[in-house]
């Protein structure tokens, strides 16, 4: 979940043609960090509180329940940004 979700928002709300997503896992000091890039920067994710009736939305919120923390932050030196979630193993 914590891999899935951040990797299928950068393909469905950050995917620009001709652009790949890129997916980095790293493991230093017993965490898993999980990093997932795309080229749009427009707009930073955001958990947020979806209503009963919608369909979507929920992701961000599960992430951040799973993980010890997690953000998103502009791409340095690059256009895009990077959603990361720490995981402690």
Avoid: F, Y
Avoid at 32 to 38: F, N, Y
Avoid at 60 to 69: G, H
């Amino acid at each position: 979940m914590i891999v899935a979700e951040p990797a299928v928002n950068a393909i469905t709300h950050g995917r620009v043609p001709g652009r790949d997503a890129e997916l980095r896992l790293s493991l230093e000091a017993g965490q898993v960090r999980v990093e997932v890039s795309d080229i749009r920067g427009d707009r930073l994710p955001v958990a947020r509180d979806a209503g009963g009736c919608e369909e979507r939305g929920r992701g961000l919120l599960l992430v951040a329940s799973l993980a010890k923390e997690w953000g998103a932050t502009p791409r340095p030196g690059a256009p895009g940004k990077t959603v990361w979630a720490v995981v402690t193993s």
